[in-house]
Protein backbone atom coordinates (compact mmCIF):
# COMPACT_ATOMS: atom_id res chain seq x y z
CA UNK A 1 0.00 0.00 0.00
CA UNK A 2 1.11 3.49 -0.75
CA UNK A 3 1.25 5.47 2.02
CA UNK A 4 3.24 8.10 1.04
CA UNK A 5 1.60 10.01 -1.49
CA UNK A 6 -2.25 9.08 -1.57
CA UNK A 7 -2.12 6.31 -3.89
CA UNK A 8 -0.64 8.31 -6.76
CA UNK A 9 2.16 6.51 -8.48
CA UNK A 10 4.75 6.31 -8.75
CA UNK A 11 6.04 7.44 -5.28
CA UNK A 12 9.22 9.43 -6.19
CA UNK A 13 11.93 9.43 -3.52
CA UNK A 14 14.74 11.93 -4.72
CA UNK A 15 18.22 13.60 -3.21
CA UNK A 16 21.88 13.15 -2.85
CA UNK A 17 23.58 9.75 -1.57
CA UNK A 18 25.07 11.85 1.07
CA UNK A 19 24.34 15.00 2.99
CA UNK A 20 27.77 16.81 2.61
CA UNK A 21 27.19 20.47 3.32
CA UNK A 22 24.24 23.18 4.50
CA UNK A 23 24.36 24.85 0.55
CA UNK A 24 24.93 21.51 -1.50
CA UNK A 25 21.77 19.55 0.47
CA UNK A 26 19.83 22.59 0.42
CA UNK A 27 20.36 24.06 -3.06
CA UNK A 28 19.85 20.21 -4.27
CA UNK A 29 16.33 20.64 -1.76
CA UNK A 30 15.13 23.85 -3.88
CA UNK A 31 16.15 22.45 -7.44
CA UNK A 32 14.34 19.32 -6.65
CA UNK A 33 11.64 21.00 -5.47
CA UNK A 34 11.61 22.95 -8.86
CA UNK A 35 11.41 19.57 -11.13
CA UNK A 36 7.70 19.00 -9.16
CA UNK A 37 8.54 15.34 -9.54
CA UNK A 38 9.41 14.30 -5.60
CA UNK A 39 7.71 13.93 -3.25
CA UNK A 40 10.18 12.94 -0.82
CA UNK A 41 13.56 14.42 -0.29
CA UNK A 42 16.45 11.53 0.54
CA UNK A 43 19.77 12.50 1.94
CA UNK A 44 22.25 9.58 3.82
CA UNK A 45 23.45 11.44 7.01
CA UNK A 46 25.66 8.11 8.30
CA UNK A 47 27.11 6.13 5.41
CA UNK A 48 28.15 2.22 5.72
CA UNK A 49 31.18 2.06 3.18
CA UNK A 50 31.82 -0.93 2.42
CA UNK A 51 35.55 -0.49 3.17
CA UNK A 52 36.77 2.06 5.82
CA UNK A 53 38.16 5.07 4.53
CA UNK A 54 35.76 6.49 2.44
CA UNK A 55 33.16 9.08 3.23
CA UNK A 56 31.35 7.93 6.27
CA UNK A 57 28.83 10.50 6.39
CA UNK A 58 28.92 13.93 8.15
CA UNK A 59 26.85 12.90 11.00
CA UNK A 60 24.69 13.85 13.32
CA UNK A 61 25.58 17.91 12.44
CA UNK A 62 23.35 17.06 8.91
CA UNK A 63 20.30 16.61 10.34
CA UNK A 64 19.67 20.05 11.00
CA UNK A 65 20.06 20.97 7.27
CA UNK A 66 17.47 18.42 6.04
CA UNK A 67 15.17 20.57 9.02
CA UNK A 68 15.70 23.18 7.04
CA UNK A 69 15.20 21.60 3.72
CA UNK A 70 11.65 20.44 4.81
CA UNK A 71 11.07 23.98 6.07
CA UNK A 72 11.75 25.81 2.69
CA UNK A 73 10.13 23.17 0.35
CA UNK A 74 7.44 21.57 2.56
CA UNK A 75 8.89 17.63 1.22
CA UNK A 76 9.07 15.08 4.16
CA UNK A 77 12.48 13.64 4.10
CA UNK A 78 13.86 10.28 4.67
CA UNK A 79 17.52 9.62 6.18
CA UNK A 80 19.07 5.92 6.25
CA UNK A 81 19.09 4.50 9.97
CA UNK A 82 21.68 1.25 11.05
CA UNK A 83 21.15 1.24 14.55
CA UNK A 84 19.07 2.83 17.59
CA UNK A 85 20.99 5.83 18.19
CA UNK A 86 20.08 6.82 14.81
CA UNK A 87 17.12 6.20 15.27
CA UNK A 88 16.52 7.73 18.25
CA UNK A 89 18.44 11.06 16.82
CA UNK A 90 16.34 10.85 13.71
CA UNK A 91 13.17 11.28 16.15
CA UNK A 92 14.45 13.85 17.84
CA UNK A 93 14.81 16.39 14.58
CA UNK A 94 11.74 15.73 13.18
CA UNK A 95 12.88 13.13 10.24
CA UNK A 96 9.76 11.93 8.20
CA UNK A 97 10.86 8.41 6.77
CA UNK A 98 13.88 6.29 7.70
CA UNK A 99 15.08 3.73 5.93
CA UNK A 100 16.97 0.92 6.65
CA UNK A 101 20.08 -0.16 4.18
CA UNK A 102 21.39 -2.92 2.01
CA UNK A 103 24.20 -3.95 4.74
CA UNK A 104 21.59 -3.53 7.79
CA UNK A 105 19.08 -5.60 6.38
CA UNK A 106 21.58 -8.58 6.18
CA UNK A 107 21.91 -8.68 9.84
CA UNK A 108 18.84 -9.77 12.10
CA UNK A 109 20.05 -8.22 15.19
CA UNK A 110 20.44 -4.34 13.66
CA UNK A 111 17.18 -4.83 12.02
CA UNK A 112 15.90 -6.04 15.46
CA UNK A 113 17.81 -3.61 17.59
CA UNK A 114 16.13 -0.33 14.97
CA UNK A 115 12.42 -2.39 15.45
CA UNK A 116 12.63 -1.61 18.99
CA UNK A 117 13.76 1.64 19.17
CA UNK A 118 10.80 2.74 17.32
CA UNK A 119 8.25 0.62 18.73
CA UNK A 120 5.05 2.72 19.46
CA UNK A 121 6.04 5.14 16.95
CA UNK A 122 4.60 3.85 14.01
CA UNK A 123 7.20 5.85 12.01
CA UNK A 124 7.53 5.11 8.50
CA UNK A 125 10.13 2.86 7.58
CA UNK A 126 11.16 1.71 4.15
CA UNK A 127 13.54 -1.86 4.29
CA UNK A 128 16.08 -1.89 1.07
CA UNK A 129 16.52 -5.79 -0.12
CA UNK A 130 20.06 -7.42 1.69
CA UNK A 131 22.96 -7.25 -0.46
CA UNK A 132 23.34 -11.25 -1.36
CA UNK A 133 20.13 -12.35 -2.40
CA UNK A 134 18.07 -13.60 0.14
CA UNK A 135 14.20 -13.49 0.01
CA UNK A 136 13.86 -14.79 3.63
CA UNK A 137 16.25 -12.36 5.19
CA UNK A 138 14.29 -9.34 3.52
CA UNK A 139 10.96 -10.85 4.34
CA UNK A 140 12.19 -11.40 7.77
CA UNK A 141 13.16 -7.79 8.67
CA UNK A 142 10.10 -6.66 7.30
CA UNK A 143 8.53 -9.07 9.97
CA UNK A 144 10.29 -7.43 12.65
CA UNK A 145 9.22 -4.04 11.88
CA UNK A 146 5.61 -5.40 11.45
CA UNK A 147 5.94 -7.69 15.02
CA UNK A 148 7.40 -4.01 16.11
CA UNK A 149 4.03 -2.38 15.57
CA UNK A 150 4.94 -0.50 12.40
CA UNK A 151 2.29 -0.23 9.48
CA UNK A 152 3.63 2.69 7.25
CA UNK A 153 5.97 0.08 5.88
CA UNK A 154 7.62 -0.58 2.56
CA UNK A 155 10.52 -2.36 0.80
CA UNK A 156 13.53 -1.06 -1.49
CA UNK A 157 14.59 -3.36 -4.43
CA UNK A 158 18.21 -1.89 -4.55
CA UNK A 159 19.89 -4.91 -6.66
CA UNK A 160 22.19 -7.74 -4.99
CA UNK A 161 25.68 -7.63 -4.98
CA UNK A 162 27.69 -10.33 -7.48
CA UNK A 163 31.43 -11.24 -8.22
CA UNK A 164 32.19 -11.57 -11.88
CA UNK A 165 31.80 -9.39 -15.18
CA UNK A 166 29.60 -6.68 -14.07
CA UNK A 167 27.17 -4.46 -16.38
CA UNK A 168 25.41 -3.15 -13.15
CA UNK A 169 26.66 -2.23 -9.72
CA UNK A 170 24.33 -4.68 -8.25
CA UNK A 171 22.38 -7.18 -10.00
CA UNK A 172 18.83 -6.83 -9.80
CA UNK A 173 17.34 -10.12 -9.39
CA UNK A 174 14.08 -8.85 -10.23
CA UNK A 175 12.74 -11.97 -9.83
CA UNK A 176 13.47 -12.28 -6.26
CA UNK A 177 11.51 -8.67 -6.20
CA UNK A 178 8.98 -10.34 -7.61
CA UNK A 179 8.66 -12.93 -5.33
CA UNK A 180 8.61 -10.48 -2.50
CA UNK A 181 5.55 -8.63 -3.89
CA UNK A 182 3.68 -12.26 -4.07
CA UNK A 183 4.91 -13.08 -0.39
CA UNK A 184 3.68 -9.24 0.96
CA UNK A 185 1.42 -8.16 -2.09
CA UNK A 186 -0.05 -5.02 -0.22
CA UNK A 187 3.81 -3.76 0.81
CA UNK A 188 4.57 -0.62 -1.40
CA UNK A 189 7.61 -1.22 -3.02
CA UNK A 190 9.84 1.00 -4.81
CA UNK A 191 12.92 0.50 -7.16
CA UNK A 192 16.51 1.90 -6.66
CA UNK A 193 17.64 1.90 -10.17
CA UNK A 194 21.31 4.22 -8.76
CA UNK A 195 22.43 1.57 -6.68
CA UNK A 196 21.23 -0.77 -9.22
CA UNK A 197 23.07 0.80 -12.11
CA UNK A 198 26.29 2.32 -9.98
CA UNK A 199 26.35 4.25 -13.39
CA UNK A 200 24.21 7.23 -15.09
CA UNK A 201 23.89 5.84 -18.43
CA UNK A 202 21.48 3.22 -17.40
CA UNK A 203 19.17 4.40 -15.18
CA UNK A 204 16.51 5.39 -17.38
CA UNK A 205 16.16 1.95 -18.52
CA UNK A 206 16.09 0.56 -15.11
CA UNK A 207 13.65 3.07 -13.94
CA UNK A 208 11.15 2.34 -16.53
CA UNK A 209 11.28 -1.51 -16.16
CA UNK A 210 10.51 -0.51 -12.59
CA UNK A 211 7.29 0.74 -13.72
CA UNK A 212 6.35 -1.90 -16.51
CA UNK A 213 6.63 -4.08 -13.72
CA UNK A 214 4.16 -2.60 -11.42
CA UNK A 215 6.22 -1.40 -8.89
CA UNK A 216 4.90 1.12 -6.57
CA UNK A 217 7.99 4.51 -6.92
CA UNK A 218 11.96 4.97 -7.54
CA UNK A 219 14.51 6.00 -5.47
CA UNK A 220 16.94 8.19 -7.62
CA UNK A 221 20.27 9.54 -6.15
CA UNK A 222 20.38 13.21 -7.66
CA UNK A 223 23.04 15.93 -6.78
CA UNK A 224 24.01 19.42 -7.78
CA UNK A 225 27.58 18.27 -8.96
CA UNK A 226 27.53 15.04 -9.60
CA UNK A 227 30.98 14.32 -10.60
CA UNK A 228 32.08 15.87 -7.39
CA UNK A 229 29.74 14.02 -4.71
CA UNK A 230 31.52 12.90 -1.24
CA UNK A 231 30.02 9.31 -2.44
CA UNK A 232 28.66 7.43 -5.18
CA UNK A 233 29.16 10.29 -8.14
CA UNK A 234 28.99 7.38 -11.04
CA UNK A 235 25.36 7.20 -10.41
CA UNK A 236 24.42 10.62 -9.26
CA UNK A 237 22.49 13.20 -11.72
CA UNK A 238 21.43 16.88 -11.57
CA UNK A 239 18.14 17.50 -10.50
CA UNK A 240 17.34 18.71 -14.13
CA UNK A 241 18.65 15.47 -15.54
CA UNK A 242 16.49 13.55 -12.70
CA UNK A 243 13.19 15.97 -13.82
CA UNK A 244 14.04 14.34 -17.46
CA UNK A 245 14.36 10.72 -16.56
CA UNK A 246 11.17 10.90 -14.67
CA UNK A 247 9.03 13.08 -17.51
CA UNK A 248 10.67 10.55 -20.12
CA UNK A 249 8.91 7.11 -18.10
CA UNK A 250 6.15 5.77 -19.69
CA UNK A 251 3.43 5.07 -16.89
CA UNK A 252 1.39 2.36 -18.17
CA UNK A 253 -2.28 0.63 -16.62
CA UNK A 254 -2.33 -2.40 -15.01
CA UNK A 255 -5.88 -3.05 -16.19
CA UNK A 256 -6.59 -1.50 -19.88
CA UNK A 257 -9.86 0.98 -19.30
CA UNK A 258 -10.78 0.12 -23.15
CA UNK A 259 -12.56 -3.00 -23.00
CA UNK A 260 -11.24 -4.42 -26.54
CA UNK A 261 -7.58 -3.85 -25.35
CA UNK A 262 -8.66 -5.99 -22.06
CA UNK A 263 -9.78 -8.41 -23.96
CA UNK A 264 -6.59 -9.11 -26.45
CA UNK A 265 -4.18 -8.75 -23.01
CA UNK A 266 -7.03 -11.69 -21.48
CA UNK A 267 -6.43 -13.34 -25.34
CA UNK A 268 -2.38 -13.21 -24.88
CA UNK A 269 -2.49 -14.43 -21.12
CA UNK A 270 -4.33 -17.62 -21.69
CA UNK A 271 -1.78 -17.72 -24.29
CA UNK A 272 1.19 -17.72 -21.51
CA UNK A 273 -1.14 -20.11 -19.34
CA UNK A 274 -1.17 -22.51 -21.97
CA UNK A 275 2.42 -22.63 -22.65
CA UNK A 276 3.22 -22.67 -18.91
CA UNK A 277 0.77 -25.90 -18.72
CA UNK A 278 3.07 -27.44 -21.64
CA UNK A 279 5.93 -26.53 -19.61
CA UNK A 280 5.27 -28.00 -16.56
CA UNK A 281 4.26 -31.22 -18.49
CA UNK A 282 7.47 -31.60 -20.37
CA UNK A 283 9.23 -30.90 -17.45
CA UNK A 284 6.85 -33.93 -15.76
CA UNK A 285 7.88 -36.27 -18.60
CA UNK A 286 11.64 -35.38 -18.31
CA UNK A 287 11.97 -36.41 -14.52
CA UNK A 288 10.04 -39.67 -15.26
CA UNK A 289 12.92 -40.28 -18.01
CA UNK A 290 15.58 -39.35 -15.53
CA UNK A 291 14.32 -41.71 -12.64
CA UNK A 292 14.01 -44.54 -15.55
CA UNK A 293 17.74 -43.76 -15.79
CA UNK A 294 18.63 -43.51 -12.24
CA UNK A 295 16.78 -47.49 -12.02
CA UNK A 296 18.49 -48.30 -15.04
CA UNK A 297 22.36 -46.95 -13.39
CA UNK A 298 21.57 -48.35 -10.01
CA UNK A 299 21.01 -51.94 -11.84
CA UNK A 300 24.54 -51.69 -13.78
CA UNK A 301 26.30 -50.28 -11.13
CA UNK A 302 26.82 -46.66 -12.75
CA UNK A 303 27.51 -43.19 -11.70
CA UNK A 304 24.85 -40.67 -11.62
CA UNK A 305 26.60 -37.67 -13.03
CA UNK A 306 28.89 -38.68 -16.22
CA UNK A 307 30.35 -35.32 -17.37
CA UNK A 308 30.82 -35.70 -20.86
CA UNK A 309 26.98 -36.44 -21.54
CA UNK A 310 26.12 -32.76 -19.16
CA UNK A 311 28.30 -31.13 -21.22
CA UNK A 312 27.20 -32.07 -24.50
CA UNK A 313 23.45 -31.44 -23.24
CA UNK A 314 24.41 -27.65 -21.65
CA UNK A 315 26.05 -27.26 -25.12
CA UNK A 316 23.01 -28.37 -27.27
CA UNK A 317 21.12 -26.33 -25.17
CA UNK A 318 22.87 -23.07 -25.41
CA UNK A 319 23.33 -23.47 -28.92
CA UNK A 320 19.59 -23.87 -29.66
CA UNK A 321 18.38 -21.35 -27.27
CA UNK A 322 20.90 -18.46 -29.07
CA UNK A 323 18.85 -19.69 -32.29
CA UNK A 324 15.77 -18.78 -30.58
CA UNK A 325 16.94 -15.61 -29.46
CA UNK A 326 17.28 -16.35 -25.81
CA UNK A 327 20.19 -15.34 -24.12
CA UNK A 328 23.02 -17.45 -22.74
CA UNK A 329 22.91 -16.57 -19.41
CA UNK A 330 19.12 -17.18 -19.16
CA UNK A 331 19.41 -20.78 -20.93
CA UNK A 332 22.26 -21.85 -19.09
CA UNK A 333 20.60 -21.35 -15.55
CA UNK A 334 17.48 -23.00 -16.94
CA UNK A 335 19.42 -26.17 -17.89
CA UNK A 336 21.41 -26.07 -14.68
CA UNK A 337 18.61 -25.98 -12.64
CA UNK A 338 16.51 -28.44 -14.55
CA UNK A 339 20.24 -31.14 -14.12
CA UNK A 340 19.87 -30.35 -10.74
CA UNK A 341 16.45 -31.25 -10.22
CA UNK A 342 17.01 -34.30 -12.55
CA UNK A 343 20.18 -35.84 -10.45
CA UNK A 344 18.45 -35.40 -7.76
CA UNK A 345 15.46 -37.23 -8.17
CA UNK A 346 18.06 -40.24 -9.88
CA UNK A 347 19.70 -39.51 -6.39
CA UNK A 348 16.42 -40.98 -4.92
CA UNK A 349 16.03 -43.82 -6.87
CA UNK A 350 19.69 -45.18 -6.68
CA UNK A 351 19.47 -44.52 -2.78
CA UNK A 352 16.01 -46.32 -2.30
CA UNK A 353 15.85 -49.98 -1.27
C1 LIG B 1 22.25 4.59 -0.11
O1 LIG B 1 21.03 4.59 -0.32
O2 LIG B 1 22.99 5.56 -0.31
C2 LIG B 1 22.89 3.31 0.27
C3 LIG B 1 23.93 3.23 1.07
O3 LIG B 1 22.30 2.28 -0.33
P1 LIG B 1 22.40 0.68 -0.13
O4 LIG B 1 22.07 0.40 1.30
O5 LIG B 1 21.37 0.23 -1.09
O6 LIG B 1 23.80 0.30 -0.52
MN1 LIG C 1 24.42 5.87 -2.33
Avoid at 1 to 6: A, D, K
Avoid at 23 to 52: H, S, Y
Avoid at 120 to 125: E, L, R, Y
Avoid at 129 to 153: C, F, H, S, V, Y
Wanted: hydrophobic content about 40%; glycine content about 8%; some cysteine.
Amino acid sequence: MNWINNGKKPVLIAGPCSAETEEQVIQTANRLFRTGKVDVLRAGIWKPRTRPGAFEGIGTKGLPWLQKAKELTGLPVAVEVAKASHVELCLEFGIDILWIGARTTVNPFAVQEIADALKGTDKPVLLKNPINPDLDLWLGGMERLQNAGLTKLGAIHRGFSFAGEKIYRNRPQWQIAIDFKTEMPNMMMINDPSHICGRRDLLQKVAQKAMDLNFDGLIIESHINPDAAWSDAAQQITPEVYGQLIADLIIRDIDPKDLKERTKLDILRKEIDILDDEIMNVLASRMKVARDIGKYKKENNMTILQTDRWQEILHKFVERGLQNGLTEEFITRVIKSIHDESIGQQEKVMTSE
